[in-house]
């Protein structure tokens, strides 16, 4: 079953903007969201260019509530219920120890993660289930399964989406809606720039010594799931690098 029309946040950069290419790619028509005006419409216009889907921008904050509302309620109607809902925008701030910690960056990340998706997933979920179909991907992280130093708040975020997923597996079982939790390890993409705040002397080491994976690795993923048969349900995916055996063990060969 090939998506006709697929609904991705965080569609500016890394993750979301793989998994946008790689739909309009095989033909979806797409709706993109993020709070990166420009850097949206550029997205969309290459993808427009040379896919030649129909391709939507909004400039949407996940964490507005009214907005997300306003956004859904000025879609056409197809993608009201789209065949797919990639909840994917979402991002890291700081990495100090709990107690050393900054209480507007937790903000942030609950407002963003957590509060954001469950704005995003309630616009749309009503429509999906009306019409009996669709697939809700949720962005969670190795981080969510496992803990590591300064990760506290964002790996609490993340293990949140994880039992968010598997409580929607619940709550939609019977209405063929489907739910796909997806925990990527080490991605190379604008992650670390945000989680330090632009400082590249910290975010750069992140990937280096290995081979991350690539947004286009997760999309693959999640367009492998999107496109399974109407009975098949992929419930649960974790990818890491070769190199990640854990989400803080990695062979760096520097
Ligand atoms: P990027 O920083 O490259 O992309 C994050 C995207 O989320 C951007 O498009 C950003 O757009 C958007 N975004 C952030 N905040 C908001 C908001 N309030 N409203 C709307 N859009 C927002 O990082 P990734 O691609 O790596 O991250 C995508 C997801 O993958 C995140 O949920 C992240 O936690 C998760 N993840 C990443 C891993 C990694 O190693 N990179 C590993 C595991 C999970 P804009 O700034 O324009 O709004
Ligand atoms: C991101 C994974 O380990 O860089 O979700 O925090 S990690």
Redesign the pocket.
Known sequence: MKPEHAVITGASSGIGRACAELFAQNGSNLVLWARRTEKLSDVAEELRNTFGTQILTQTVDVRDHAAVQDAVSHLPEAYQHPDVLVNNA?L?RGLHRFHQGERLDWEEMIDTNIKGLLYVTRAFLPHMVKSGKGLVVNI?????RQA?LG?NV??AT?AAVKLFSDSLQIDLNGTGVRVCNVD????ETE??EV?FRGDTSRAGP?YQGYQPLTGADIAECIYFAATRPAHVSVQDILITPTAQAT??IVDKKM
């Open positions: 979402g890291s969670s992280s190795i981080a969510g590591y990760g964002y790996s993340k990527p390890g080490l991605v992650f670390s989680r992140v989400v803080s």
